[in-house]
């Protein structure tokens, strides 16, 4: 049975009348009752692991770790693991490509450390529900008690988006990355007793539609319309799609956040630079040129987004479509908030005022923040974000 694959399709959970008696018992499958394989450090040169007082500086050359440590001793293998020990002492394994990071890190279960070539691979191999310990905190923040049902949503999103992904970077070694290409996932350091507790209190449960796992998207503030896959030019999902989140008085349930209204300015001179350099991220054929005489909103998705931008310049015209505009704008590392955005210009100024944060699809962390201190049970901010779903709780 492929690891997306569960049982019989149940009902659809209607979010007007839930309860924890809705969520359904299901055995787990047997290859799916196993540890999750991260990828926390992929292709990097080197990495320095602390462990039991005792520090290893590894590097890779030619397919081999060179190990040295603290007391000069030097090995060169194939491949090393440590274990975590926390269960019986207390500790866990302290692993980080530089000084400062290691002094926060702190991981369960075990990491595989592997060379490829002349750069290193550490997988960490850990249970599911010690993963998500370390995923929650960094995905929606560490919060307070009035916002505790946004950590258990949070917590069930982020168990099934891990389930969907078993087995998907297989041919890399690994289920999923430890970064934004995945979930943000960062070890123990930053759980606290609430997100652990909003783990454990959820256990074993997660979103299926039609008997597979849900693609769990969760992004920060949906400036009160979430988005369907269209955003990425997929046909949309019934369970991922453009509908309102505004509160009964018609403000946006994420109005809390800094970014359901921002704005950005950029000089022509500066869009000139920008375009060319963003061009291959942003998937567009940007020409050479020294002037912009206008940049439009050709058509836009459903919830207002842009579908696709036309910038004319003195040398052609160039498009840029849906969330990948996002990057066309970027200076530095930063891409805009969002694709849902209006532009005017202002003399040789380019004015871009929008809303969100993210790509809009799935779960907005904001607005479930905001539910959660409303009074909504995690049930009811599920079934909202992902409308149609059923609810299943996996027994070991």
């Known amino acids: 049975m492929s690891p997306l694959a569960l049982a019989i399709p149940l009902d659809p959970i209607e979010a007007s009348s839930v309860s924890e008696q809705t969520i359904v018992p299901q055995k787990i499958a047997k290859e799916l009752n196993r540890p999750i394989q991260v990828g926390v450090f992929i292709s990097v040169p080197s990495i320095t692991v602390r462990q039991k007082n005792e520090e290893f500086h590894i590097t890779a050359s030619k397919g081999k ?89 949070q917590a069930v999103a982020a168990r099934t988006y891990a389930y969907k992904h078993f087995g998907s970077r297989k041919t890399q070694g690994f289920d999923v990355y430890a970064d934004t290409r995945d979930q943000v996932y960062k070890g123990l350091h930053s759980a606290t007793d609430i997100t652990d507790k909003a783990v454990r209190e959820t256990e074993g449960v997660v979103m299926t539609y039609n008997g597979e796992f849900i693609t769990a998207y ?52 500066e869009l000139q630079d920008l375009f060319q350099i963003n061009a291959k991220e942003a998937k567009a054929n940007v020409p050479s040129f020294s002037s912009i005489k206008s940049m439009h909103i050709q058509d836009t998705l459903k919830s207002g987004r842009i579908h696709t931008l036309v910038i004319e310049t003195n040398n052609g015209t160039f498009t840029a479509k849906a969330d990948k505009i996002r990057w066309l704008f970027k200076r530095g590392s930063t891409i805009l908030p969002s694709c849902f955005f209006r532009i005017h210009r202002n003399g040789n100024q380019w004015i871009l005022k929008g809303k969100g944060f993210g790509h809009g699809v799935g779960l907005c962390q904001m607005g479930a923040r905001a539910r959660a201190q409303a009074g909504q049970s995690y049930i009811q901010i599920l079934t909202h974000y992902y409308p149609g779903i059923t609810l299943e709780k996996f027994t070991r």
């Open 218 to 269: 969760y992004h920060s503030t949906c400036g009160g319309e979430t988005e369907g896959v269209a955003t990425w030019g997929r046909p949309d999902h019934p369970y991922l799609k453009n509908k309102p989140d505004l509160r009964p008085d018609g403000t946006p349930w994420c109005r809390e956040s800094n970014y359901t209204e921002w704005t950005r300015e950029f000089t022509e001179n």
């Open 65 to 153: 770790l060179k190990i040295k440590t603290k007391a000069k001793r030097q090995q060169t293998i194939d491949r090393r693991v440590f274990k975590a020990t926390g269960s019986t002492t207390g500790e866990c394994i302290a692993i980080a490509t530089d000084k400062a990071s290691l002094n926060k890190a702190c991981y369960e279960g075990e990491f595989v450390v592997t060379a490829n070539g002349n750069k290193l691979n550490a997988i960490n191999v850990i249970d599911i529900e010690d993963y998500l310990r370390g995923v929650v905190p960094y995905e929606i923040g560490k919060l307070d008690e009035s916002k505790f049902e946004a950590l258990k949503a």
